[in-house]
């Protein structure tokens, strides 16, 4: 499965040495996008294994209870004219973002379906676990100059499983967060509330709460070059409509945006927001985003639906664009260096009542502008992976900042 105008390979991806003096004993993986140009790597298309929903109260259902139903305006040659503003702050129950979730939702599902997969549990011993999210933040590292991020890696049983660990750096954003970033935070969630339906066929109920603890989620398999993988994200909502029925064709991918008004201003949105769009639905097989553009009032004044496979068009003859080749190699190398790292599992680790796997001995990453690399002992525990007692673990760090000395964060 391939973006339209890549060309697909199997060759091995040669990675050069970084620049940037590290410690013998630090194995690294540089992260500069020349290095992964080549032809786009084997990733299988994405199959839906099955899905489940968590509910106002964050709780966890193996159903598809919280699926909503894409349902958009009457197209009337009039924009929208939703109020993303509507019901801020009073109908809004953000979910508690101190409450570190790790991979709890999707162990406690391949728990209860561990039997049932294809190729039974010993497919499951070669493959890697891994939240949607994670992998969107592998594939737009390359390109990402500003955000880091660190994930703890932990195998048990023969399964890799990567689970993220926000930083000091992200926590500090976090708690510092602006009253316009959060508002503009709510405005997403409330599009969504304007444009989905809980029925087919139904209208949607903007006037109610929107509650960003309820989520419905989509569990994938597929396979990037030798790497099998088992993945769960978010879904917004189903097409009644779509030319097919089968998840995960059938999902739909909802954004926001400001308003665009020059040549420049779509440039950058082609070049930085549309490749984590690309990333985000191209990963699970979603094939359309549909967008809301706002104006500074924060009414939606147009829609505009941007084909997953056609994102790339956008900024094919960009000098400064990105490249879908680069992105998918880099996560491959990415994956085999973190198999290549935890190559052991902990004897200690153990499946303990409750639902959720104790993933001891990890490896935590943090990416850099230049280099992914481990450095020192540390200590891994609920908050990295799951529930569980803490363990030792290696980590892995580095400077957020192009150029600059590796600091531990």
């Known amino acids: 499965m391939e ?13 050069a040495e970084p620049r940037n003096k590290l410690p013998r004993s630090a194995p690294s993986l540089p992260t500069d996008p020349a290095l992964y140009s080549g032809p786009f790597p084997f990733y299988r298309r994405p199959s839906e294994l099955g899905c489940f929903s968590l509910d106002a109260q964050r709780q966890y259902h193996g159903d598809a209870r919280a699926l909503r139903y894409y349902s958009p305006p009457p197209t ?9 503003r509507d019901g801020y702050p009073d ?17 406690r599902w391949l728990l209860e379906h561990r039997g049932q997969l294809e190729g039974g549990p010993g497919w499951l011993a070669g493959a890697i676990v891994t939240w949607r999210g994670h992998l969107t933040k592998l594939l737009t590292t390359p390109y990402e100059r500003q955000d880091g991020w660190q994930l703890a890696a932990s195998r048990f049983q023969g399964t890799l499983y990567l689970s993220e660990v926000e930083t000091p750096a992200a926590r500090v954003q976090r708690l510092a967060r602006p009253p316009l970033l959060r508002e503009l935070m709510y405005m997403g969630y409330k599009f969504e509330q304007y444009m989905c339906a809980d029925k087919p066929g139904g209208s949607p109920d903007p006037s109610g709460e929107v509650n960003t603890n309820v989520a419905f989620c989509s569990v994938l398999r597929s396979r990037l070059g030798n790497h099998p993988l088992l993945f769960s994200g978010e879904v917004d909502c189903r097409d009644p409509q779509a030319p097919s029925t089968q998840p995960p064709t059938c999902y739909v991918e909802l954004k926001t945006s400001k308003e665009m008004h020059s040549p420049g201003q779509w440039r950058s949105f082609y070049r930085h927001k ?3 769009w690309w990333a985000q639905s191209f990963l699970p097989g979603v094939p359309n985003v549909v967008a809301g553009f706002r104006n500074p009032e924060g009414f939606v004044c147009s829609l505009k639906t941007f084909p997953t496979m056609e994102m790339f068009e956008h900024v094919r003859n960009d000098r400064d664009g990105w490249n879908p080749s680069v992105c998918m190699n880099f996560c491959a190398a990415f994956l085999s260096f973190a ?17 959720a796997v104790v993933l001891a001995h990890g490896v935590k990453h943090h990416r850099s502008g230049r280099h992914i690399y481990t450095h020192g002992e540390g200590l891994c525990g609920k908050q990295d992976l799951g529930q569980g007692k803490r363990g030792s673990a290696k980590r892995l760090y580095a400077d957020t900042r192009p150029g600059q000395p590796h600091l531990t964060l």
């Open 3 to 15: 973006p339209r105008g890549t060309k697909r390979g199997a060759g091995k991806i040669e990675v």
């Open 76 to 84: 009337n040659g009039q924009g929208p004219n939703f109020d993303l």
């Open 91 to 107: 109908r809004y129950q953000p979910r508690d973002e101190e409450l570190q979730e790790g991979l709890d939702h999707l162990l």
């Open 274 to 276: 549309l490749l984590k």
């Open 339 to 355: 198999q290549n790292t935890v190559v052991q599992d902990d004897p200690r680790e153990q499946v303990p009542e409750g639902g």
